[in-house]
Structure formats: C-alpha cells, structure tokens
C-alpha cells in the first residue's frame, strides 16, 4: 500500500508517522510509567499530548475516559466500571417525610462477573458450547470512595492504566474532589493518567498538596526549532521528498512554536506541488509561494474557526433581558474585546486577573460596577462557558494559582498574528450596540 500525505503530516486522532521521540518528553514518560505514580500530561491544545500518551500507553490497550463540565467523580468512576463489564444497580429508599418533602437514600451494587463455578449468592448460566460457566456476584459500594473502585477493580485483575482526557472541562469543584481521591487510588495502586489543557505546573497540587509526591507532571511544550526540523524530516523521508531549507524556516517562523500548526502547514505546502503520497523519485519543494498559499489557507481555517468561537463565547450565557434600570454587565463581550487589544508578546505571555480587569473597565459601560465577585465568577466558569458553547478545544484557560489567564490553543497565536484584529471586532455584535440600535433603554454615559 503506498504511503498517503495524511499518515505522514496534519493533525489526526491517530498518531502520524512525523511523530518524533524527544528525550526531554519521551523519555521523561516513559520513566513516569515505570513508577507508582499518576501522570500529569499538560500543554496547549495541538501540542502532542494525545500523541505521546498514545505512544506508550495505546489507549485501546487502557481505559479511556473523556470528561465534560457536567462530570462529577463519581461518573468517572462508573464510566471505569463499565469499561471493566462491571454494571452498577442502584436503589432508592424513602427514610423520612411527608409526601411534599421526602428524605431518600440511594444505595449502588456492583454486579461483578467472574469465571468459575457457582456459589453461595452467585448466579449464572452455562452456554451450550461453553465449559467455562459466567457468573455473578452483587456488591454494595459507595461509588464516592476511591477504597470502594479500588477493591471492584482488584477483584477483576485491572492492571490498566486510567487515562482522563479533557480534565480541564470538570468543574473546580470536581477537579478539587479528583484531587484528594488521587492520594487514595495511589496508595491503593490504581493508576491515572491525565490530559490537560493548561500551561503551568502545580495544577493540581494547588487542590491538594499531599499530592506532590504522588504525582508526575509531563509538559509536552515547549518545542525547539531543532525538533520542529527533525519531525519535518522524519516525515518527508517517508514520503521521498524534502523542503528548501530557506522555505522551512520560514515555514516554522510562522508556526509561532505550535508543532499543530508545522503539521498542518507542511501538509498544506504538498498538495500544491501535485504530492499527496510517496514519491517513486524524490522531490523537492523550491517555490515559495507554495508556502504562501499554505499560509492563507490554514489563516482561512483558523479564521472562520476561531471568529466563530469568539462571537459564541462574547454572547455568553443567557441573561435576565435588559430594562431601563437594568443593563446586564456582558463581561464575556468585553473579557474578548480586551482580550483583542493586548500586544501580542503580552497575550503570548498570559494576562494577570488585574490587567484583564483594568483593561475591561476601560471602556465598560457600568465601569464602576464591575466588582471582585463577578470577576471571579466569570473566570472560574470560563471553561464551562467555552464547552458549552462547542468550542474544542478551548482557547483560554484561567489557572486560579497564579491568578493568569492564558491562551491553551495554539493555533490561536496564528490566528492572531495573520488577521486584524480591529476587523475581528468589528465582526463581534457590541450587545449594547444592539440594545440602543433597538431602542430599548437609554445608556448611562459610558465614561462614568
């Protein structure tokens, strides 16, 4: 079978065969695995993380689990169940109350499978072409107690590893329950591995700090021009071609150190030279322009993805409708309108709470009404707000530790650096714009 362009280069679920073994990465996880602790893979989006757990720990070969905000541990923790053929019943039992106000307790049973004959307590049946009989046996446990999956997951001979996908999405809450529960399935040998999109270290320590020890944390960025070199090399000898050394650099100058956005401009400079899959005699990429059409085509892409994201996440959640007394404060409209009037080196860096917070009163048309409280709340909720708006992978991340917001899509840096931002802003409806265009309420100056 010839080998294709989208096996080698591009961004894919499965693992393209550019993917390049860092020692720094690799080999630091490869060392995480051998010991008896949980792993931490942490980076922005499109930065590898998938690809290098992938690697060395195939995920058809484990238990996967993709969180969503609306996870609580305790879904987590069915969704492994399942996924070892353990089924959970549940139960509910009226204690107390009256008829208008009822107390109920809800208790769950494992039903666990195993081979053998039966026994006391134990059902099964026998298939007719099977010596080996299946049978069941009923547990209570408390879905709650890391001590309680632990032992099910024991008794079934789990030697897998748990990889949770996503963590970002849970709630703080969630994230704060997953943090102590770690400690507990530590000790008790069951291991996880989880996938973040965040750009600092300590995220879950900050939650709790007996897990210094019991944790690695693995961050896939950042990438090196060497590295960005190599992997292109890698993969254009697979394919029997190579790129102007003069094209490439330019090439990964414009990547803006996302590996994503290397795969992907790589893939687009290809098909422009007439090469979608291995070459009989080698080939090289001598025009420029190709790379310019790579450029302005993957700009398109990212363009029309990431406006879209950023219209969805200033329209916020719904709201209370605004009245003549009552003008709702908008803060997502105005959190990505600052977030379009920071210099690029700043918002590469990560935007203090304090500096987002000037910036949003600057022209905010209840300034003065903009208060600690609803800072918070805007920013504890940020990734809730972007998941159910659809936008996956997210773009910003606020880390509560250091009180900075960042950019988690990097892609996003591409975005900013090939379009203009006051024409993006121009794009995104102004909510009070919309109100006075509607002649709803008479506005406050907005200087006051």
């Known amino acids: 079978m010839v080998l294709k362009l989208k096996d080698v280069f591009g961004v894919s679920k499965q693992r393209v065969q550019s993917y390049l073994e860092r020692d720094a990465v690799d ?56 996924n070892e053929n353990i089924q959970i019943e549940s139960t509910s039992e009226q204690l107390a109350g009256t008829a208008s106000k009822l107390t109920v307790s809800t208790k769950f049973k494992a039903i666990l499978p195993f081979l053998g004959s039966g026994e006391a307590g134990v059902g099964g049946e026998t298939g007719a072409n099977s010596s080996k009989k299946t049978s069941y046996a009923a547990i209570e446990l408390n879905l709650a107690l890391p001590q309680d999956i632990s032992n099910l997951l024991r008794r079934v001979g789990f030697k897998k590893f748990i990889i ?39 995220r879950l320590t900050q939650f709790n700090g007996d897990l210094q020890d019991r944790i690695i944390e693995v961050a896939v960025e950042p990438w090196s021009t060497a590295e960005f070199i190599e992997v292109i090399r890698i993969g ?7 790129i102007d050394p003069g094209i490439q ?66 329209e916020g959640r719904k709201s209370k409708r605004a009245t003549e007394d009552s003008v709702p404060l908008y803060l997502p409209y105005y959190t990505v309108k600052a977030w379009l009037s920071f210099p690029f080196d700043q918002v590469v860096k990560g935007i203090r709470r304090e500096k987002l917070e000037e910036q949003i009163k600057k022209d905010h048309h209840r300034a003065k009404d903009v208060r600690p409280g609803d800072m918070s709340n805007l920013l504890h909720n940020f990734a809730e707000l972007q998941s159910e708006k659809g936008i996956i992978p997210p773009i910003f991340d606020y880390d509560q530790n250091t009180r900075t917001m960042r950019v988690v899509d990097s892609t996003f840096y591409f975005f900013l650096r090939h379009v203009d931002k006051n024409q993006v802003l121009s794009n995104i409806e102004n909510p009070i714009d919309r109100l006075e265009r509607r002649g709803k309420l008479n506005l406050i100056p907005r200087s006051e």
């Open 236 to 242: 254009s000898g697979k394919l029997n071609v190579s």
């Open 164 to 202: 949770l996908e996503n963590f970002h999405y849970l709630s703080v809450d969630a994230q704060k329950t997953l943090a102590f529960d770690l400690r507990s399935f530590q000790e008790l040998g069951i291991r996880f591995v989880i996938l973040g999109v965040w750009r600092e270290k300590n």
């Open 27 to 82: 080999g630091f996880f490869v060392k995480a695995v051998g010991s008896d602790n949980h792993i931490i893979v942490y980076g922005s989006s499109k930065q590898g993380k998938t690809s290098l757990v992938d690697k060395h720990l195939p995920y058809e070969s484990n238990v996967l689990v993709s969180c969503t905000p609306k996870f609580e541990p305790t879904d987590i923790y069915k969704s492994i169940l399942r």
């Open 249 to 314: 650099e330019k090439l990964i100058e414009s990547a803006f150190d996302s590996i994503g956005v290397v795969q992907e401009l790589v893939k687009e400079v290809w098909p422009g030279a007439g090469i979608e899959e291995r070459q009989d005699s080698h080939k090289q990429i001598t025009d420029s322009t190709l790379l310019e059409a790579a450029v302005a085509k993957k700009t398109g892409d990212y363009s029309a993805r990431h406006l879209r994201a950023l219209e969805n996440i200033a």
